[in-house]
T-cell receptor, first 115, second 111 residues
Framework: GAGVSQSPSNKVTEKGKDVELRCDPI?????LYWYRQSLGQGLEFLIY????????KSGLPSDRFSAERTGGSVSTLTIQRTQQEDSAVYLC?????????????FGPGTRLTVL | GEDVEQSLFLSVREGDSSVINCTYT??????LYWYKQEPGAGLQLLTY???NMDMKQDQRLTVLLNKKDKHLSLRIADTQTGDSAIYFC????WGQGNLIFGKGTKLSVKP
């Protein structure tokens, strides 16, 4: 497809379980971002990949959160030992380059519900 | 620190103009953005402005930037019911790759 895709679209899990969320960026986009959108909280930056550089993990809220980007394309966000406060919509975005002014294209998000 | 603030709600009548306001704190902003999010959908970039500009117009959209006051606004002319959505203001900061978002303004358009 032409846009950023994410899977699954919805995920319900039990507290304490691990979850993996997947993002397929637009082909050729070197920059990939993960954000979290909680009710009434806007978008919170989590992690950013740019090409082969070390990722910027400054937004990850705890060491239960990690992300990988394999082959400079697909990315997986992993949340270990999920907690109820992890419930949110997780959005992925990709960008042609890291230069300012380039549009970040967002995927539809994965809605995570932790029971 | 970095902070982007917006009012949470705005209600207008169809055909009127809507003005959504945003303030930011970081003076090293490079670009400022307006995104639109419709229910159940991802974010769609509406427009963006470079920080050394003071105005940008694109069809029904007008962006005004007051860099001295760190104030950004989005004006939607002839607002339609299809404009009902949440509008996010965001900034990019020199040296950082990610965007910093406000909490969003929910625009309701009444017929």
């Amino acid at each position: 497809g032409a846009g950023v895709s994410q899977s699954p679209s919805n995920k319900v899990t039990e507290k304490g379980k691990d979850v993996e969320l997947r993002c397929d960026p637009i082909s050729g986009h070197t920059a990939l971002y993960w954000y979290r959108q909680s009710l009434g909280q806007g978008l919170e930056f989590l992690i950013y990949f740019q090409g082969n550089s070390a990722p910027d993990k400054s937004g990850l809220p705890s060491d239960r959160f990690s992300a990988e980007r394999t082959g400079g394309s697909v990315s997986t966000l992993t949340i270990q030992r999920t907690q109820q406060e992890d419930s949110a919509v997780y959005l992925c975005a990709s960008r042609v380059s890291s230069g300012g002014g380039d549009e970040q294209f967002f995927g539809p998000g994965t809605r995570l519900t932790v029971l | 620190g970095e902070d982007v603030e917006q009012s949470l709600f705005l209600s207008v009548r169809e055909g009127d103009s809507s003005v959504i306001n945003c303030t930011y704190t970081d003076s090293s902003s490079t670009y400022l953005y307006w995104y639109k999010q419709e229910p159940g959908a991802g974010l769609q970039l509406l427009t963006y402005i470079f920080s050394n500009m003071d105005m940008k117009q694109d069809q029904r959209l007008t962006v005004l930037l007051n860099k001295k006051d760190k104030h950004l606004s989005l004006r939607i002319a002839d607002t339609q019911t299809g404009d009902s959505a949440i509008y996010f203001c965001a900034e990019s900061i020199w040296g950082q790759g990610n965007l910093i978002f406000g909490k969003g303004t929910k625009l309701s358009v009444k017929p």
